[in-house]
């Protein structure tokens, strides 16, 4: 009877430790049944496909010149054209390739740091300071996230060309760091990052407004700030309509608008625009890489805080 008790206690015992997948598993109460598993993988599986596909062909186009792109299976390589493509691209864009990426990649980066300083100083204001009109001001912001870019685009050229900023770089980088979205989640991150008691501690030991918000503020906003950087770098890298209107000499003009140039022409290499687009969305590439462990955190703070 003893030993009878013992076995079954070392049994008991044995069995104690859970193993971490099983630690990690919802409850059965809550756990999907084995159909809604195989529906969400499936959904999963294909929703990948649908965003990496894609991108697969147009790696498999930019090697193939014009009569593969046409007589071969479009998910397959070829001969292998890359070098007679990418020296395609140089002629036909005048060796000014490389050039539109740098000049993507400027208005892009200055856009995106401009944007973000004044999104997150704007919802820092609105988030903790009370001042007269603060709901209109929210409202505007709201307002501003509905209106579609491409509808603005034409008065701001109006504008622009009536300041005398046509065809300059300045009629990229400002309306391009106009970021409603990134004002929006600037305040709603201050709400609940920014502890009030700690800006008046740090305001009665002397500390200015601006002293606080450059060495305080951007710190606890940073996952925030990372996040909206991205969205006004992503929004300036891929626009294009914008550039289209404000844009005409070569030496400006970005990737986009370039790569555009090269499609108008009659019978264009379109293995040479294929390799052209890859190469220019490389860059955004290696971007989200390099911070994706950043924003990822400033949208999950922005969907729980909001």
Known sequence: ??????????????????????ADAPPPSIAPTPVARAFGITALVVATLYFLVPVYWLIVASTKNNTDLTSTFGFWF????????????????????????????????SAGVIGTLFAVMAGYAIAKFAFPGKR???????????????????????????????????AIIIPSAVSPFGVFLGMVYAQSSVPTELLEAA???????????????????????????????VATWNNFLLPLMMISSQDLKPVTLGLYGMVSYFAPDKGAVMLGALLGVIPLVLLFFALQKYWRSGLAAGAVKG
């Open 1 to 22: 009877m003893t030993t009878t008790r013992l076995l079954t206690t070392a049994t008991s015992s044995r069995r104690r430790p859970r193993r971490p997948r099983d």
């Open 78 to 109: 070829a001969d292998g054209n890359l070098a007679a493509n990418y020296s395609s691209l140089m002629d036909w864009t005048q060796g000014l390739f490389w050039r539109w990426v740098g000049n993507s990649m400027f208005y892009s980066v």
């Open 136 to 170: 209109l001001a929210v409202g505007v912001i709201m307002a501003g996230l509905l209106l579609p870019v491409a509808l603005l685009t034409v008065p701001l050229y109006i504008e622009f060309q009536a300041l005398g900023l046509t065809n300059t770089v300045w």
């Open 203 to 233: 305001r009665i030991d002397g500390a200015g407004e601006a002293r606080i918000f450059f060495t305080i503020v951007m710190r606890l906003l940073g996952p925030a700030m990372v996040t909206i950087f991205l969205f006004i770098f």
